[in-house]
C-alpha cells in the first residue's frame, strides 16, 4: 500500500486579534471608572458622616480642649508666669487685621478661597516633590486641613492619618463658611512660647492685643506656624526676621499687598518683647500653685491667681542672697508680713540649674536660732531676762557643751547669754525645764520636723525647715499669736468670676503677750550688741543668728517695721564652708534685703525698747565682715531721718572691747537691772577657765553631736 504523503497542519495564530486587545484595555477603564465613583460615594459617605459628628462653631471656638491657662498674678496684679496654654482673647473675624489674614493665606494656602479644603494643585505638587526626591519634602496640607489636624488629629505622618484629615477638612467647608474657617485657624494654631491664636503670639512677642498688629509684625507670626521653635522671635530674632521677608515676599507675589507697602517694611526694625525672667519667682509659684488643689474645684478653665509676692521685695531679696552667699554655696530667704503673706521666697540662687527648694524643702541643722525655743520656754517658766545664771562647764548625761570662745564667763543674765550665744546656759535650762519641753515649744511654734530630745538639741542640733523657723520668730513678732504663712489671696476665671478669696486663719495664742515682749527684749539685743550686729537697718530689729559646727549651715532670722526674713546658706552635700557664720553673710543679706523691703513703711518701736548694755561682745563671739569691720546703721526717726551720728570707730578687731561704756552714751547694767526688775549685782567679767574635760558617765545616754553656736 502506498504510502499517503502527511497533510501539512494549519498555521496558529501568532497573536490576539485587535478587537481582543482593544476589549482588555476598555474593560480596564471601565473597571476604573467603577471604582472611582464607587471610591467618591464612599468619600461622599464618609464626608456626610463627618459632617454629621461635627461639634457646633462655639464648641469648637471654646479652646477647652487645649488645656487649662493659669495666669500666677503679684500682689500689685503684675504677671509672674503663666502655665498652660496661653490663649489670650478670641479675636472675630471682623477684627482680625486684614494683613494679618492676608499674611496667613500667603504663606500657609494661597488658594484658600478656591479649593473645596483640600487642594488638589498642592496634592499633586506634593506628590512630584515625592517622586523627585523619594521623599515628601513639601507639604501640601490647606488651612482647613491643618485646622482639622489640630482640632481632631494628631501629627502622625501615615496614609490613613492624611485620608481621614481630608475627609474632616471637606466635611469642614461644607459646615462653615471659608471666614469662619479661618477665623478658628488664626485663634487655635499655635504659634510657640504657649501662644495658641493670634492675639496671645501678639501679646507674647509685641505686648499688645492682635487688633492692633501692624504688617512687618503679622508677616513674623504667620512665618512661626510652620516651625514655631525655630522661628520664634524670643529665640531667634535673625531667623524670625528671614522668615518674615519669605512671608512679605509671598503676600507680593500673590497680590495681597503692593511692592511700596511692602517695601516699607523692615523686619530687622520690629521691636520684640523680650519675655519676664522667672528665675527665682517660680520657686514661689513652684510652691504657690499645689494648694490650688484644696481651694478650688477641678475644671479646665482659665484662671487668675492672685498672690501675696511683692515684685519688689522678691528681687531684693535676689540681689541679697546671690551678693552674700559664699562661694560654692547655696542660700534661701523667706519673708513675712505680720500676717502670714509671703512677700518674698528664694530657694536657691539659680532655679535654671537647681529647682530644688530650700526655703520650703531643705532640712538643715538651724544651730543658735533654734535658741529661741529655749528661751521662749524659759521666759514662760517664769524667768526674765535679768534672771542671772552661772556660764560655767556642765556635763549632762554624759554631754558637756562647749562655748565658741572655749571660756566660760560665770553669773550672765539672761539676755547677755542669749546676745553672747552662750550654750552651757541653754544647756542649763533645758536640764531644768526638761528637753521634751523645748520640742513641744518647738512643735508649739509652727516646727512640723521631728524634734529630738537628746540633750544637745538646745543647740540646734535638730533638722527643721527655713519657712517653718521664719514662722516661728513672726509669731514672736505677732506677740505670742501664730503666724500661718500663705500665698494666694484670690482666684478669678477669665470672665472675673470670684473662686476663692483668702479669709484670715484662725489665731491661736501660742505664748502670753508678755513671755513675746521678753523674747523680743532678748532678739533686739542680739542685735544691738550680740552676735547678729551685722543685720542692724537704722531701726529697730530683732533677730537671731544660728551657726552650725564647722560651718556647715549659717541662719539669720529677724524682724522689723511687721516683715519677719529668713536667711539661710550653707551646700547641699553640707561641706564646710570657711568663714561662714549666721552672723556674716546670712545677716548681711538680712540687713541688705530688709533696707529694701522696710523702705517706706513707718518705722515701728517695739513694746520691750532695750538700753545699750555696758558689755560688748569678746573678739570671739563678735560679728566681722569680710574686711574684719561690721558697719552700724544709724538709728531714724518715725520720718527716716537719722539720730545721731554712726561710730567713725565701728566695733571691729581693731576696736577692741572695752568693760565700760563711753558716759553718757549707755547705760550701766545697775540701770538695766533696775529699768527690767533685776535684783542681783552686775556680774564680774573675769572668765572663769574651763576645766579639762571629763570622761562620760557609764551608761550615760548620749548622742554626739557638733559643737553648735
Not at 468 to 486: E, F
Not at 629 to 654: A, F
Not at 673 to 693: H, N, T
Amino acid at each position: 500500500m502506498a504510502k499517503q504523503p502527511a497533510r501539512p497542519r494549519p498555521a496558529q495564530a501568532s497573536a490576539m486579534p485587535a478587537p481582543a486587545r482593544g476589549g482588555w484595555f476598555l474593560s480596564l477603564i471601565k473597571w476604573g471608572v467603577v471604582l472611582a465613583l464607587f471610591g467618591l460615594v464612599a468619600l461622599g459617605v464618609a464626608v456626610a458622616v463627618a459632617y454629621t459628628q461635627l461639634p457646633s462653631y462655639q464648641s469648637l471656638s471654646n479652646r477647652s480642649d487645649l488645656g487649662q491657662n493659669i495666669r500666677v498674678r503679684s500682689a500689685d496684679g503684675k504677671l509672674l508666669v503663666q502655665l498652660g496654654p496661653n490663649l489670650g482673647e478670641w479675636i472675630s473675624y471682623g477684627d482680625i487685621p486684614p494683613t494679618m489674614r492676608a499674611a496667613m493665606i500667603a504663606v500657609e494656602d494661597k488658594r484658600f478661597r478656591h479649593h473645596p479644603g483640600v487642594d488638589p494643585i498642592g496634592v499633586a505638587r506634593s506628590f512630584k516633590v515625592r517622586v523627585q526626591t523619594g521623599r515628601f519634602s513639601q507639604g501640601g496640607s490647606t488651612i482647613t486641613q491643618q485646622l482639622a489636624r489640630n482640632i481632631f488629629l494628631t501629627n502622625s505622618k501615615t496614609f490613613g492619618r492624611k485620608l481621614r484629615e481630608a475627609v474632616l477638612a471637606l466635611a469642614l467647608e461644607r459646615k462653615f463658611s471659608k471666614d469662619q474657617i479661618l477665623e478658628l485657624y488664626l485663634n487655635r494654631v499655635y504659634f510657640g512660647g504657649g501662644a495658641y491664636g493670634i492675639d496671645a503670639a501678639s501679646r507674647t512677642f509685641f505686648g499688645h492685643p492682635a487688633t492692633a498688629l501692624s504688617l512687618g509684625e503679622a508677616t513674623i507670626i504667620a512665618g512661626l506656624v510652620k516651625a514655631p521653635s525655630n522661628y520664634s522671635p524670643t529665640a531667634d530674632v535673625e531667623a524670625a526676621q528671614g522668615r518674615a521677608g519669605v512671608v512679605l515676599k509671598s503676600m507680593v507675589d500673590n497680590g495681597f499687598v503692593s511692592a511700596s507697602a511692602a517695601a516699607s517694611v523692615d523686619p530687622a526694625k520690629i521691636v520684640v518683647q523680650q519675655g519676664a525672667k522667672q528665675n527665682s519667682i517660680r520657686y514661689f509659684t513652684d510652691w504657690a500653685l499645689p494648694q490650688l488643689d484644696t481651694l478650688i474645684d477641678e475644671s479646665n478653665e482659665p484662671i487668675e491667681v492672685w498672690t501675696t509676692l511683692d515684685t519688689r521685695m522678691q528681687g531684693a531679696a535676689d540681689r541679697a542672697i546671690n551678693a552674700n552667699s559664699p562661694k560654692g554655696a547655696q542660700g534661701a530667704l523667706v519673708a513675712l508680713d505680720r500676717d502670714g503673706a509671703v512677700r518674698a521666697m528664694i530657694g536657691g540662687r539659680d532655679y535654671v540649674s537647681s529647682i530644688y527648694n530650700r526655703a520650703t524643702q531643705a532640712q538643715r541643722q538651724p544651730g543658735s536660732a533654734f535658741k529661741l525655743f529655749v528661751y521662749l520656754a524659759a521666759l514662760e517658766s517664769g524667768m526674765k531676762p535679768t534672771t542671772t545664771l552661772v556660764d560655767e562647764p556642765i556635763t549632762i548625761e554624759g554631754w558637756q557643751p562647749r562655748n565658741s570662745t572655749r571660756t566660760h564667763l560665770g553669773a550672765v543674765s539672761l539676755r547677755e547669754a542669749f546676745a553672747r550665744s552662750i550654750n552651757t546656759i541653754s544647756a542649763k535650762i533645758g536640764a531644768e525645764l526638761g528637753f521634751s519641753t523645748i520640742a513641744d515649744m518647738a512643735q508649739r511654734f509652727g516646727i512640723t520636723s521631728s524634734i529630738s530630745t537628746y540633750p544637745s538639741m538646745v543647740l540646734g542640733t535638730s533638722d527643721v525647715r527655713l519657712l517653718d523657723m521664719t514662722r516661728a520668730y513672726a509669731a514672736v513678732a505677732n506677740r505670742g499669736v501664730s503666724v500661718l504663712p500663705y500665698a494666694i489671696t484670690r482666684v478669678t476665671a477669665a470672665d472675673g468670676r470670684l473662686l476663692y478669696r483668702h479669709a484670715a486663719d484662725e489665731q491661736r495664742t501660742l505664748v502670753a503677750p508678755w513671755v513675746a515682749a521678753e523674747m523680743t527684749d532678748l532678739l533686739q539685743t542680739a542685735v544691738m550688741s550680740g552676735t547678729g550686729r551685722a543685720a542692724q537697718i537704722g531701726r529697730p530689729v530683732a533677730g537671731k543668728t544660728g551657726t552650725t559646727s564647722s560651718n556647715k549651715d549659717g541662719w539669720f532670722i529677724g524682724f522689723s517695721s511687721g516683715i519677719t526674713t529668713g536667711v539661710w546658706m550653707g551646700r547641699d552635700d553640707a561641706r564646710t564652708i570657711g568663714g561662714l557664720q549666721g552672723g556674716t553673710a546670712p545677716a548681711r543679706a538680712f540687713h541688705d534685703f530688709m533696707v529694701a523691703a522696710v523702705a517706706g513703711r513707718p518705722l515701728e518701736q517695739f513694746e520691750t525698747e532695750v538700753p545699750m548694755p555696758n558689755w560688748q561682745l569678746e573678739p570671739g563671739e563678735d560679728t566681722y565682715s569680710d574686711n574684719g569691720v561690721v558697719g552700724i546703721e544709724p538709728l531714724v526717726d518715725e520720718n527716716g531721718n537719722p539720730i545721731g551720728t554712726p561710730s567713725s570707730d565701728p566695733l571691729g578687731p581693731q576696736s577692741p572691747p572695752t568693760d565700760q561704756a563711753p558716759q553718757g552714751t549707755v547705760p550701766e547694767q545697775g540701770e538695766l537691772d533696775r529699768i527690767f526688775g533685776g535684783d542681783l549685782p552686775p556680774p564680774e567679767r573675769q572668765p572663769a577657765p574651763a576645766p579639762a574635760p571629763s570622761a562620760p558617765a557609764d551608761g550615760a545616754q548620749r548622742r554626739p553631736e557638733p559643737t553648735q553656736f
